[in-house]
């Protein structure tokens, strides 16, 4: 596995590079261009720029997350073939640059949704917290007011205001989009990028819902082992494959998560993982706790060790860290937990390979 480190570009991201080089054992950076609009060209100089600079700090760029799918796309929207052939170029110019992984989600309206992003744990961090509960009685509007005022003045990931700006508008237009359109939808999107994906050596990684199970209402399908498995096969090509994250999907405890990650690698069709842990206190309530964490809901050896038997290559990441030791940064993606959750995962790794090369050592 390639240990890497999500990254938000020189003007977004307040942590340096250089401090992230200094992360045992970091090879690999994950980043995007996040001043081009979604469904927009991404320009090779740009992603040139980002490179030069990530390559500078001594790590690699071979992983982007994300290429972010137009809201008409996910709609089934006549407008879906223009912004397909401009996703197309894009990933050309990637391509060119030499980024091999490209991750993607294909959420309706919202990314990844929590209801606090600074809950204080018992040891006196904080995370990032979702209680469904809470979202039954919340306004979407609502929800993207708090999401913003609890940002800590970032704009977060997937939370971008252009595409928030119009949230009435979007539930209008799901109303007629029940899951199996979205399934439609989504096979003639990957209909259309993956021939370019083939083509130009990018393999595609489709990002699990979080949580994975309908928010207010709308359809929500990269959500269980069953789905995930007919979403490999919409186009059946080692093109198009996955972005396993075990805290989006191991939110529902019926969905195995060392088993998950371990067959998707074997078949070929994991690109990338994200690793993190949560604590799931009742259905639909959890907390993200740290990736070492005695009282948690998900084994993190298990997801290493069936990565490694399965000899995984792709990028592997720690995923949303808590805040810690006063840090202030944009919730979940501070440097010190993440830091943290790296070098824990790196230690699992090599002493799972460590008993594998010299059993009884
Ligand atoms: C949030 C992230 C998501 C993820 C996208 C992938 O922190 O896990 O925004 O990057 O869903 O497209």
């Given at each position: 596995m390639?240990?890497?480190?999500?990254?938000?570009?020189?003007?977004?991201d307040?942590?340096?590079l250089?401090?992230?080089?200094?992360?045992?054992?970091m090879?690999?950076?994950?980043?995007?261009?996040?001043?081009?609009?979604?469904g927009?060209?991404?320009?090779y100089?740009?992603?040139?720029?980002?490179?030069?600079?990530?390559?500078?700090?001594?790590?690699?760029?071979?992983?982007?997350e994300?290429?972010?799918v137009?809201?008409?796309?996910?709609?089934?929207?006549?407008?879906?073939?223009?912004?397909?052939?401009?996703?197309?170029?894009?990933?050309?110019?990637?391509?060119?640059?030499?980024v091999?992984?490209?991750?993607?989600?294909?959420?309706?309206?919202?990314?990844?949704?929590?209801?606090?992003?600074?809950?204080?744990?018992?040891d006196?961090?904080?995370?990032?917290?979702?209680?469904?509960?809470?979202?039954?009685?919340?306004?979407?509007?609502?929800?993207v007011?708090?999401?913003?005022?609890?940002?800590?003045?970032?704009?977060?990931?997937?939370?971008?205001?252009?595409?928030?700006?119009?949230?009435?508008?979007?539930?209008?237009?799901?109303q007629?989009?029940?899951?199996?359109?979205?399934?439609?939808?989504?096979?003639?999107?990957?209909?259309?990028?993956?021939?370019?994906?083939?083509?130009?050596?990018?393999?595609?990684?489709?990002?699990p819902?979080?949580?994975?199970?309908?928010?207010?209402?709308?359809p929500?399908?990269?959500?269980?082992?069953?789905?995930?498995?007919?979403?490999?096969?919409?186009?059946?090509?080692?093109?198009?494959?996955?972005?396993?994250?075990?805290?989006?999907?191991?939110?529902?405890?019926?969905?195995?998560?060392?088993?998950?990650?371990?067959?998707?690698?074997r078949?070929?069709?994991?690109?990338f993982?994200?690793?993190?842990?949560i604590?799931?206190?009742?259905?639909?309530?959890?907390?993200?706790?740290?990736?070492k964490?005695?009282?948690?809901?998900?084994?993190?050896?298990?997801?290493?060790?069936?990565?490694y038997?399965?000899?995984?290559?792709?990028?592997?990441?720690?995923?949303?860290?808590?805040?810690?030791?006063?840090?202030?940064?944009?919730?979940?993606?501070?440097?010190y937990?993440r830091?943290?959750?790296?070098?824990?995962?790196?230690?699992?790794?090599?002493?799972?390979?460590?008993?594998?090369?010299?059993?009884?050592?």
């Amino acid at each position: 596995m390639l240990m890497s480190f999500r990254w938000y570009g020189s003007k977004l991201d307040k942590i340096p590079l250089s401090y992230i080089r200094q992360i045992p054992g970091m090879k690999n950076v994950v980043s995007a261009i996040y001043h081009i609009p979604v469904g927009e060209v991404w320009p090779y100089e740009d992603i040139l720029a980002i490179k030069s600079q990530i390559e500078a700090a001594g790590l690699t760029f071979k992983t982007v997350e994300s290429v972010n799918v137009h809201e008409d796309i996910k709609l089934g929207l006549p407008s879906r073939d223009r912004y397909i052939e401009n996703y197309c170029i894009t990933l050309k110019n990637l391509a060119k640059a030499g980024v091999e992984v490209v991750c993607y989600n294909f959420m309706p309206v919202f990314d990844w949704t929590r209801t606090e992003l600074a809950k204080e744990l018992p040891d006196g961090s904080t995370a990032l917290f979702y209680n469904e509960k809470v979202i039954k009685g919340l306004e979407p509007a609502k929800l993207v007011a708090d999401m913003e005022k609890g940002a800590n003045g970032f704009e977060l990931p997937g939370w971008e205001k252009d595409r928030l700006a119009t949230i009435k508008k979007s539930f209008e237009l799901y109303q007629d989009v029940d899951e199996e359109k979205l399934f439609a939808n989504l096979k003639y999107f990957l209909a259309g990028v993956i021939p370019t994906a083939e083509e130009c050596g990018i393999k595609m990684a489709i990002h699990p819902d979080d949580p994975p199970w309908s928010v207010f209402g709308l359809p929500r399908i990269v959500t269980s082992k069953v789905n995930l498995e007919r979403i490999v096969k919409l186009v059946d090509s080692p093109a198009n494959g996955l972005a396993l994250c075990s805290g989006s999907l191991g939110a529902n405890p019926a969905n195995n998560m060392p088993e998950i990650f371990g067959h998707f690698a074997r078949t070929g069709r994991l690109h990338f993982a994200h690793v993190r842990n949560i604590k799931i206190y009742e259905p639909g309530v959890f907390s993200e706790v740290a990736h070492k964490a005695d009282d948690s809901s998900l084994d993190m050896y298990a997801i290493m060790k069936a990565l490694y038997d399965a000899d995984f290559t792709g990028p592997l990441r720690p995923d949303h860290g808590r805040m810690i030791w006063g840090e202030e940064g944009m919730p979940g993606y501070g440097l010190y937990d993440r830091a943290l959750g790296a070098v824990y995962l790196n230690g699992l790794w090599d002493a799972i390979d460590r008993c594998a090369k010299a059993p009884g050592i």
